[in-house]
């Protein structure tokens, strides 16, 4: 692909050699003759002179001195996310349904749909057109899973799950098993019963070997645009909003509500029925107590998780008494 080629794609102006031929994004300081970079502010900026990038792509504010090729964007990052699919496309799978996999009666699936090799599809599931079912996975009675979906080798799909369009799930997610529902009855604990369902949104991504559970009674849902890092635990009766994004390592126990727009970062653990108001952001590590409610915007840190400036000034207070505590030398 040519620089003014990429230019009209990413509707942005170009500077430069336009017919510079383009064939791969790499790092900035890594970057050769024939690759694609970008450029954000500070430390960035001072290693665009050095790089043998044949293009860069530079904010709207960019100096090109010396004068080299370049797109300016409003944000470069985003740009290049644009970019690489053009650059670096996937090879979708050739549509149909491979002779080792097994559908169940009943089983629709829609045009231009893939599923892969000893892929296991059970009673009255949907495929929406253009989806692709990877190697080994196990999709469950009465699934329905939109259209231009992923699911990766090996991905498990428990009964009555309802999937939106355009979702990836990467390998080993378990969607729709049992909630950690018991209760302590004469000395043992009896299981409750779990009979929810779990329902995700469009253009929702679930990482490697995260679980997200099914409803005791009701639904557990991931709202649109949802991004979930891998090893990421979803418990029974979980509300989570549109355009969230959690990190991994992270655990969120049963009726947790979580607002649009929250960040939550990695190795983060939030109690039951403990709410998370939009925009929230929850630092790595952080904890959050059982019934707690975040307000929204607020940025929290730490166990028990609580407002970022009064987390600083804690850790700041014991560093001083350590020092105090020290013997003279």
Known sequence: MRVKELAVL??????????????????????????????THGRAAKLATASRAACLLVPDDFV??????????????????????????????SPGVHPTAVLGPGVMVGKGAFIGPLAILGAGVHIGEGTAIGAGSVVGDYVRIG?????????????????????????????????????????????????????????????????VDRAALGVTSIGEGAKLDNLVHVAHNCRIGRHVVIAAQTGLSGGVVVEDYAVIGGQVGIGDKARIESGAVLGSGSGVLTSKIVRAGQVMWGTPA???????????????????????S
């Open 10 to 39: 990413l509707e942005a102006p170009w500077e430069g050699e336009g017919d510079r031929e383009i064939r791969r994004v790499a790092p900035l300081e890594d970057a050769g003759d024939e690759d694609l970079s970008f450029v």
């Open 64 to 93: 090109n001195e010396p004068r080299r090729t370049i797109i300016r964007a409003r944000d470069p990052r985003a740009a290049v996310a644009r970019a690489i699919p053009k650059l670096h496309p996937q090879r979708d799978p």
């Open 147 to 211: 259209q231009r979906c992923v699911l990766h080798p090996r991905v498990t799909i428990y009964h009555d799950v309802t999937i939106g369009n355009h979702v990836i799930l990467h390998s080993g997610c378990v969607i729709g098993a049992d909630g950690f529902g018991f209760i302590l009855t004469d000395g043992a604990y009896e299981k409750f019963p779990q009979v929810g369902r779990v329902m995700i949104g469009d253009h929702v991504e679930i990482g490697a070997n995260s679980c």
């Open 306 to 328: 609580r407002p970022l400036k009064q987390y600083l000034e804690q850790l700041a207070v014991l560093s001083r008494l350590a020092k105090k505590r020290r013997p003279e």
